[in-house]
Antibody, heavy 120, light 110 residues
């Protein structure tokens, strides 16, 4: 059974860089696409971006200028960096796996989520 | 890319069937069969319940079914149960982004 676990600081100040890591167990990051999704408190889901084991990435156009997603196959992890955060970036951040291949564009495994709060 | 449009809330009594709509455009739902649905209980991560418009993940109850007509996708929950009370989100591939989510629907079991 594939399991994902987010880790990283839960409190940031405005203008700082958000950094989260997702550790995958029960499966290899060397297959499939691996994504980040966020959910502001009381609001809906927003796709942030994804990475393939090759390092190839795709980002939400609305966040592209501030987002970097990378992968470390040796550690079976992938990471999210979001620069110049503001209060609007306060959200629960989820990492998830895209089903991939002929059955892509849906997330079949999710982490439990990590709340990141941006406040001065 | 704007979010797909869902009704804010839908309710039903135990045993009844309810349908949640998800309206997009010809640039997403209307042109691709990559529609998925997620169930989210309070404080929990979303759970995939439908993918590729109408496919259920292995082991998922057949009370959940999906369909699509034109630019609108639908999720039907039959034999409504108390445990179905949750938020539901649709998602679709689009011409400009691999994922766009719906606005979300709160399902209440009366």
């Amino acid at each position: 059974q594939v399991q994902l676990q987010e880790s990283g600081p839960g409190l940031l100040k405005p203008s700082e860089t958000l950094s989260l890591t997702c550790t995958v167990s029960g499966g290899s990051v060397s297959t499939y696409y691996w994504g980040w999704i966020r959910q502001p408190p009381g609001k809906g889901l927003e796709w942030i971006g994804y990475v393939l084991y090759t390092g190839s990435t795709n980002y939400n156009p609305s966040l592209r200028s501030r987002v970097t997603i990378s992968i470390d196959t040796s550690k079976n992890q992938f990471s999210l960096k979001l620069s110049s955060v503001t209060a609007a970036d306060t959200a629960v951040y989820y990492c998830a796996r895209d089903g991939g291949g002929s059955s892509a564009y849906h997330f079949d495994y999710w982490g439990q989520g990590s709340l990141v709060t941006v406040s001065s | 890319q704007s979010a797909l449009t869902q009704p804010a809330s839908v309710s039903g009594s135990p045993g009844q069937s309810i349908t949640i709509s998800c309206t997009g455009t010809s640039s997403d739902i209307g042109d691709y069969n990559f529609v998925s649905w997620y169930q989210q209980h309070p404080g929990k991560a979303p759970k995939l319940i439908i993918y590729d418009v109408s496919n259920r993940p292995s082991g998922l109850s057949n009370r959940f079914s999906g369909s699509k007509s034109g630019n609108t996708a639908s999720l039907t929950i039959s034999g409504l149960q108390a445990e179905d009370e949750a938020d539901y989100y649709c998602s679709s591939y689009t011409t400009t982004s691999p994922y766009v989510f719906g606005t979300g629907t709160k399902v209440t079991v009366l």
